[in-house]
């Protein structure tokens, strides 16, 4: 890899590099505040009980959360959504999504239909990803209980119109889950102006932290049955589970490592800004589209406007393999890149990009325009070769 | 003959919280392991000087914290600590 270059092309799959703190940190609590939070009561333990408390506190400030209760902590966003689905959706429920929604929705969401447990109906999107508004407004039904909202897509990084969908959903008392693995950290969110009933995230992505950390945030009120049950450290002589917020959905050790790295994450973004960093990206997506667009032989997927999108474009070239691209981009310039389909079928059908896939790229806040450059200029040889 | 007095909680979240809140306010207080002689739902508890119960009490009542009791512990020589529980109530008039 050229050193002076950030080659790596993959952020809306996993961020990289973090903040030098998040490494920092995620060693520093392994190796001294080490103890098991919530368990036992010496130093060690408390050490490690703060860090996973200012890690509520810190996300509780960047999505405007008034009771850092209110946020639990998951695996990552798959099982934030897994433990809201799970937990709010109750025999005989209607759900609405959009296709534009991951396998992280569209596959928990097919085994309680599956089952019998639920009905579901799909909000079909245009070519550039965007929501059929109007047919949202025919697709509610008497049992509708929830609507989920993927907030950017994975595949194009359209955005998706959360006020106005949020407000269809409550005009009709239905509750709204919001998926943000693309949109936490790099747009700014607010769950109180936005009136978002669930929030679900990961760490890993544009928050910085580590794998294997990510949370939901549930408002006050919104009860959810528990996805998994078991030792809290609390009320350890009885057989129910504690009721309170957070533990009510959380069990086991929590990832204390992880968390303390992105407790540091978030801290990243607080001290620089989510509009600051919303605003490079989007520069950069203007960039990068405006860059690829000049080849001959590019077909970009999406919306054209960086506005509406978060820092994800997709393209194929004519003649050639998305895979293959992916290979050449990677071992002949060393530029890192997803291919294929993105685990949202939907998606690619509604952008006409299925099954064959797309070439994704999502460069991130430490990706320069000189990257780019390099980028462009990879993919502008690679299209010559593919005869364009 | 000493007497320190301590603050139980639900589960370890509120426990932490309170700390937090505390130190911003400056108050003098110690998390510390529960005592044996004091069941509680979470195993780490506030320890305070008996004096100062009152107003860190209030103060983390008044911040919404889910409180699970009051104690007040007497050590005298090898007798075992007594834990005397204290209702929100009894604040008032400590």
């Known amino acids: 890899m050229n050193n002076e270059l950030n080659l790596y092309f993959d952020n809306a799959a996993t961020s990289w590099p973090k903040p030098e703190a998040v490494y920092a940190a995620a060693e520093k ?91 579901a109906s799909m909000i079909p999107c245009n070519a550039e990803g965007y929501p059929d508004l109007e047919y949202l407004e025919r697709a509610y039904r008497t049992e509708t209980t929830l609507l989920v909202i993927n907030q950017a897509s994975n595949v194009t990084g359209t955005i998706a119109p959360l006020d106005q969908m949020i407000n269809s959903a409550h005009k009709r008392n239905v509750n709204v889950l919001v998926d943000a693995a693309q949109t936490a950290g790099t747009i700014p969110i607010d769950v109180k102006k936005e009136g978002i009933d669930m929030l679900a995230f990961t760490g890993h992505k544009s928050l910085f932290g580590p794998t294997g950390t990510g949370g939901l945030f549930v408002r006050p009120g919104l009860n959810l049955a528990p996805l998994r049950e078991g030792g809290t450290g609390s009320q ?153 | 003959m000493t007497a320190s007095c301590y603050i139980t909680f639900p589960t370890t979240f509120f426990a932490i919280r309170a700390e937090s809140i505390l130190k911003e306010k400056g108050s003098s207080f110690k998390m510390v392991p529960v005592p044996r002689s004091i069941s509680s739902s979470c195993g780490t508890a506030l320890m305070c000087a008996c004096d100062d119960l009152s107003t860190i009490g209030k103060n983390l009542l008044e911040n919404g914290l889910e409180i699970e009791g009051f104690y007040e512990l007497e050590e005298s020589g090898l007798k075992k600590p007594v834990a005397k529980e204290l209702s929100i109530d009894d604040l008032e008039s400590i």
């Not at chain 1, 490690?48 to 200012?54: E, I």
């Not at chain 1, 003649?319 to 993105?342: F, K, N, Q």
Request: charged fraction near 20%; charge should be negative; proline fraction near 4%.
């Open chain 1, 236 to 388: 350890s002589e009885t057989d129910v589970h504690p009721e309170s917020m957070p533990e009510r959905l959380e069990a086991g050790t929590l990832n204390s490592a992880g968390l303390a790295g992105l407790l540091e994450g978030v801290s990243f973004i607080l001290n620089t800004g989510v509009e600051a960093i919303r605003d490079y990206e989007s520069k950069l997506r203007k960039y990068l589209y405006a860059s690829l667009q000049e080849l001959e032989g590019v077909t970009l997927h999406g919306p054209p406007s960086s506005d509406q999108c978060a820092a994800v474009l997709s393209f194929t070239l004519d003649g050639a393999d998305c895979g293959e691209v992916g290979y050449i981009l990677e071992s002949t310039y060393g530029v890192i890149c997803r291919t294929g389909l993105h685990c949202a079928p939907l998606a690619h059908q509604a952008t006409g990009t299925f099954p064959q896939g797309t070439i994704r790229l999502s460069p991130g806040y430490f990706t320069s325009k000189n990257d780019i450059d390099y980028l462009v200029s990879a993919v502008k040889e690679i299209a010559a070769l593919a005869g364009n």
């Open chain 1, 29 to 119: 609590q392994m190796r001294q505040a080490f103890g098991n939070p919530g368990r036992s009561g010496h130093t060690h333990t408390l050490e490690a009980d703060r860090l996973v408390y200012q890690s509520r506190e810190n996300l509780s400030r960047l999505f405007n959360i008034n009771d850092p209760a209110r946020v639990v902590f998951a695996l990552n966003a798959t099982d934030a959504l897994n433990i809201a689905l799970k937990g709010i959706l109750k025999k005989g429920d209607h759900v609405l999504y959009t296709a534009m929604e991951h396998n992280s929705v569209l596959r928990p969401l097919g085994r309680l239909r599956r089952e019998g447990l639920i009905t």
